[in-house]
């Protein structure tokens, strides 16, 4: 069966280190998504991309990057973690941005 | 913020009672989206509803859209204790944007 996968589902990191979430979705999905979750703020877009190649900035961007070099993947990479980043990771994908299947999430600690 | 924001943001109903959510956005859409989450879960796409709908229904789901006062509402009818969850009012667009959600919890 079609799926999104995360991995790790658990990490723990230091302050200053470059961390990568990765993500990975059999549906042959152009547009990927990847959210943050924070008590009291919901889900906030950090990064999308429509397609390969293609990558976008969102809302809370600042500190991220992500880079698409095929349909299926889509890492997201902490370019020098901070502990303001600790929070829940949600990789999401779909043809439209109507309906988005969501993967189980990276729960990330930055000590 | 451009977030939709959901009313109450806490809600605990009895199984068997009705349960509603508010919505509110401040602006324009192409639709509006509802999502569940269970605990420490991803999330699930519930029930989209077009700027040009009025109203939808989805087994015991049934959403409302009210343009002109920019706001939509979420009922789900005979609740069960499998509905115990947060429910987010998403707009939808160039990208998804979430509210802060209704955390509904259901009793037996």
């Known amino acids: 069966d079609a799926e999104i996968t995360q991995s790790p589902r658990h990490k723990i990191t230091e302050t200053g280190r470059q961390v990568t979430l990765a993500c990975h979705q059999t549906?042959?999905?152009?547009?990927m998504f990847w959210y943050r979750q924070d008590l009291g703020h919901g889900l906030r877009l950090i990064h999308y991309?429509?397609?390969?190649?293609?990558?976008n900035k969102g809302e809370v961007s600042d500190g991220y990057s992500v880079s698409r070099s095929n349909t299926e993947d889509l890492p997201l990479t902490l370019e020098s973690a901070a502990s303001s980043q600790t929070s829940v990771y949600f990789c999401?994908?779909?043809?439209?941005?109507?309906?988005?299947?969501f993967g189980p999430g990276t729960r990330l600690t930055v000590l | 913020s451009q977030q939709g924001e959901e009313d109450p943001q806490a809600l605990s109903i009895q199984e068997g009672e009705n349960a509603t959510m508010n919505c509110s956005y401040k602006?324009?859409?192409?639709?509006l989206q509802w999502y569940r989450q269970n605990s420490g879960r991803g999330l699930v796409h519930l029930i989209l509803?077009?700027?040009?709908?009025r109203e939808k229904h989805s087994g015991r789901l049934r959403v409302t859209l009210d343009t002109s006062k920019k706001s939509s509402s979420l009922l789900i009818t005979a609740s069960r204790a499998a509905d115990t969850a947060s429910y987010f009012c998403v707009r939808g667009g160039t990208a998804l944007i979430f509210g802060k959600g209704t955390t509904l919890s259901v009793s037996s």
């Open positions: 991309s429509y397609g390969v190649q293609d990558t």
């Open positions: 602006t324009s859409i192409n639709n």
């Open positions: 999401a994908s779909g043809f439209s941005t109507d309906t988005q299947y």
């Open positions: 549906w042959n999905h152009n547009n």
């Open positions: 509803i077009r700027s040009n709908e």
